[in-house]
């Protein structure tokens, strides 16, 4: 009967596949000035849930992605190859059964360094104190994780909110924690709210303990933060947000890491059917070129690795 159910559930792959190609939901666009749309990956039913339909990182020469279903305690952990977009490992359920029994339902956007994979855990109940767990390259739980607990910063925390979304004490991330960024050369790891984020907050990369907060400069507070990476001295942020041109441009965002300046990196527009749900990002240097890879999910059966160059 299992083998059945496999062979069955393969036919559906490669029909709803043929689907997305053919109805449209999936070839977003083919770049813009700022950025070169070298590869797309696709992936669907089953494989979606392997293929970055939250977050996406890199060493270098592995994507590891990760995917969750909330409210049913269902979460994936994967690694792929870069250049093929090939599943090579999977770590189905990874959330571990001792934070599941806690109500730990949802892993957003992933970070790497040093060899270790720093994974933002959501709890069904948004007050509660967020994790970051940690897992090897092997996708397997090393046994570390900290609570992203910290103390409030004068009066002006939360201010952007309204009064009744506002964090109690210690509890910055009263919505969730959607992403985290690992900054292996500077010892940091960084987080935000989803919604109303006006800063950044930053944790030493070996203790996870909170060090302070990095005020976002220049913008107002920002919503629907999916995903974050490092590269250089900047922050790069994903943000699932209409434009001033609608609701079929996504943002990238970067913040400085000295300053808190943020500024619009670039926008991408979207021509699917459907609107569209941008979630991790990871940015990297290969062959003396900056790449960046965003994983995009159409809302119906598939998700997407987008990989542009960075034209300089």
């Known amino acids: 009967m299992v083998a ?4 069955v ?10 689907f997305t190609f053919v109805i449209g939901f ?12 070298v590869s797309t990956q696709k992936y669907v039913l089953e494989d979606a849930l392997s293929g970055g339909s939250q977050g996406v990182t890199t060493d270098g020469e592995y994507y590891y992605t990760s995917a969750s279903i909330a409210n049913m305690y269902f979460s994936v952990l994967s690694k792929l190859d870069m250049q093929t977009g090939e599943i090579l490992k999977k770590n189905v359920n990874a959330i571990p059964q001792e934070f599941r029994a806690l109500h730990y339902d949802h892993i957003g956007d992933i970070g790497y360094a040093d060899g270790k994979l720093y994974c933002s855990l959501e709890n069904l109940d948004d007050n509660a104190d ?9 996708l397997n739980y ?15 925390q939360g201010a952007s909110l309204p009064e009744n979304e506002r964090p109690e004490e210690g509890q910055f991330l009263c919505d969730g924690i959607p992403w985290c960024a690992a900054d292996e050369a500077n010892g940091r790891l960084y987080c935000s709210r989803y919604k109303g984020a006006d800063r950044i907050y930053v944790y030493d990369l070996e203790t996870l303990t909170h060090l302070y907060d990095l005020p976002l400069v220049g913008t107002e507070p920002l919503d629907r933060l999916q995903g974050g990476d490092v590269f250089g001295n900047y922050l790069y942020l994903n943000v699932d947000h209409a434009d001033a041109e609608g609701a079929k441009n996504k943002i990238v965002g970067r913040v400085d890491l000295e300053t808190g300046e943020y ?7 979207i021509f699917g059917y459907t609107e569209w749900e941008s979630e991790g990002l990871t940015v ?5 070129e900056t790449y960046i ?10 998700c997407y690795l987008h990989t542009y160059r960075i034209v300089k």
């Open 130 to 138: 967020h994790l970051v767990v940690v897992f090897d390259t092997d």
């Open 284 to 288: 990297f240097e290969k062959d003396g």
């Open 142 to 156: 090393t046994g570390q994780y900290a609570y992203m607990r910290g103390y409030v910063i004068g009066e002006e």
């Open 26 to 37: 999936g070839e977003v666009h083919t770049g813009t000035e700022e950025l070169e749309l």
């Open 293 to 302: 890879t965003i994983g995009d999910y159409d809302r119906t059966v598939a």
């Open 4 to 7: 059945i159910l496999k062979q």
């Open 263 to 269: 500024e619009q990196a670039f926008v991408r527009p």
């Open 9 to 18: 559930l393969a036919i559906l792959n490669v029909i709803f596949y043929i």
